[in-house]
């Protein structure tokens, strides 16, 4: 099973300060065939399901602010808020779709303003 | 508008059993791999099960394998997951997961419903 890991468990920001979240996968993420790394990044805000905000480990999904960003590759990947605001405290988890169908996530990042 | 919404949770004693269902609307349900991910209390995500859009490939986590039986009917649009012989572990908010892409679980998650509560408890 590929193991991720994330740090910090929890994060504190000033508002418009930069936020940075990684992930550590246990084995590579990365499909050579298509240069693809098959890396997630969600938002889970308390009371709600988690929302999908990158995936291809930076490709933004629609509607998704552009203060946030992803990137890395193989093992290594971090998610990125350039300025934070207030309604981005939340939980933040990775997750890889490589080794489907056993989909494995993160522990999760809490993200709280400082 | 692209939904899905699960019902079925509830109190149920160690060993019992219970039927998750998730109902989908907005998009065309048989093109898509689905998926069931749980949360337990104050906890990560876990993904427990998936089955791909004919029904034909079904997958577990180990922890539910024996116990858990995902399904799905195309004709109505619904996703199911029977769960047998609970335990306290299995407490958990169920969500139930779309792949983003049609005809692939090589994919982010990327509609999810807002769950059903599963509590495993005498």
């Known amino acids: 099973d590929i193991v991720m890991t994330q740090s910090p468990d929890s994060l504190a920001v000033s508002l418009g300060e930069r936020a940075t979240i990684n992930c550590k996968s246990s084995?590579?993420?990365?499909?050579?065939?298509?240069?693809?790394?098959?890396l997630a990044w969600y938002q889970q805000k308390p009371g709600q399901p988690p929302k999908l905000l990158i995936y291809?480990?930076?490709t933004r999904e629609s509607g998704v602010p552009d203060r946030f960003s992803g990137s890395g590759s193989v093992t290594d990947f971090t998610l990125t808020i350039s300025s934070l605001q207030a309604e981005d405290v939340a939980v933040y988890y990775c997750?890889?779709?490589?080794?489907?169908?056993?989909?494995?996530f993160g522990q999760g990042t809490k993200l709280e303003i400082k | 508008e692209v939904q899905l919404v699960e019902s079925g949770g509830g109190l149920v004693q160690p060993g019992g059993s219970l039927r998750l269902s998730c109902a989908a609307s907005?998009?065309?349900?048989?093109?898509?791999?689905m998926s069931w991910v749980r949360q337990a209390p104050g906890k990560g995500l876990e993904w427990v099960a998936n089955?791909?859009?004919?029904?034909?490939?079904?997958y577990y986590v180990d922890s539910v394998k024996g116990r858990f039986t995902i399904s799905r009917d195309n004709a109505k649009n619904s996703l199911y997951l029977q769960m047998n012989s609970l335990r306290g572990e299995d407490t958990a908010l169920y969500y139930c997961?779309?792949?983003?892409?049609?005809?692939?679980?090589?994919?982010?998650?990327?509609?999810w419903g807002q769950g059903t509560m599963v509590t495993v408890s005498s």
């Open positions: 997961a779309r792949v983003r892409i049609p005809a692939t679980q090589y994919d982010a998650f990327d509609i």
């Open positions: 907005g998009f065309t349900f048989s093109n898509y791999w």
């Open positions: 089955i791909k859009q004919d029904g034909s490939e079904k």
């Open positions: 084995q590579s993420v990365l499909y050579s065939s298509n240069n693809k790394n098959y």
């Open positions: 291809w480990a930076s």
């Open positions: 997750q890889q779709y490589y080794s489907t169908p056993l989909y494995t």
